[in-house]
């Protein structure tokens, strides 16, 4: 299976602020991945597809960037309703794997 | 308006059998696959299988094979996730999802199905 690992497990992050989370293949999936947003007692929403695609209504402050192992979303202006857990997805190759998730939290 | 409406919590014993749905509405239900995706509280996310009603299409992760079923009903475009012995290991957040056609993620989440397994 590829194993996928987020950093960091928790981001303390003040409203504005640039926020950056870090995705990391076991292996190359090319651009197989995709990020989604958690809201506590919540389905994930999907944000980003195919690494860099935004899913359409997700705001543009939200961005993915990277390919083969190592990818990175990025919120460019934290906002309060950002808080949530956020987690990245492999799709290249069966069983589609996650990540351990990230907190983003609200100093 | 798209929809994905689950069966609602169930509360059951070791041993017993379960049967999930997933009611898929406002879109046209062959056109995409349905996947199943596990949740323990308070912890990460788990790809369990996936089945494209399109082509009868059926993948399972090794974690879960063997221990669930994936089934559909196109007639009635439902999706089914079913066990024959639950666990105490099996109390979770289910989660059904919708993937596009040829592409690798969900874009389109149910809101859940609480089980707990207990005795």
């Known amino acids: 299976d590829i194993q996928m690992t987020q950093s960091p497990s928790t981001l303390p992050a003040s409203a504005g602020d640039r926020v950056t989370i870090t995705c990391r293949a076991s292996q190359s999936i090319s651009s197989w991945l995709a990020w989604y947003q958690q809201k506590p007692g919540k389905a994930p929403k999907l944000l980003i597809y195919k690494a860099s695609t935004l899913e359409s209504g997700v705001p543009s402050r939200f961005s993915g960037s990277g390919s083969g192992t190592e990818f990175t979303l990025t919120i460019s202006s934290l906002q309060a309703d950002d808080s949530a857990t956020y987690w990245c997805q492999q799709s290249y190759s069966y069983p589609w794997t996650f990540g351990q998730g990230t907190k983003v939290e609200m100093k | 308006e798209v929809q994905l409406v689950q069966s609602g919590a169930e509360v059951k014993t070791p041993g017993e059998s379960l049967r999930l749905s997933c009611k898929g509405s406002?879109?046209?239900?062959?056109?995409?696959?349905i996947g199943w995706v596990r949740q323990v509280p308070g912890k990460g996310l788990e790809w369990m299988a996936l089945?494209?009603?399109?082509?009868?299409?059926?993948r399972y992760s090794p974690s879960f094979q063997g221990q669930v079923t994936i089934s559909f009903d196109k007639s009635i475009s439902t999706v089914y996730l079913q066990w024959s012995s639950l666990r105490g290991s099996d109390t979770a957040m289910y989660y059904c999802?919708?993937?596009?056609?040829?592409?690798?993620?969900?874009?389109?989440w149910g809101r859940g199905t609480l089980i707990t397994v207990s005795s």
């Open positions: 999802a919708r993937r596009p056609d040829r592409t690798g993620y969900f874009d389109f």
């Open positions: 406002g879109y046209s239900f062959s056109t995409y696959c």
């Open positions: 089945i494209c009603p399109g082509d009868s299409e059926t």
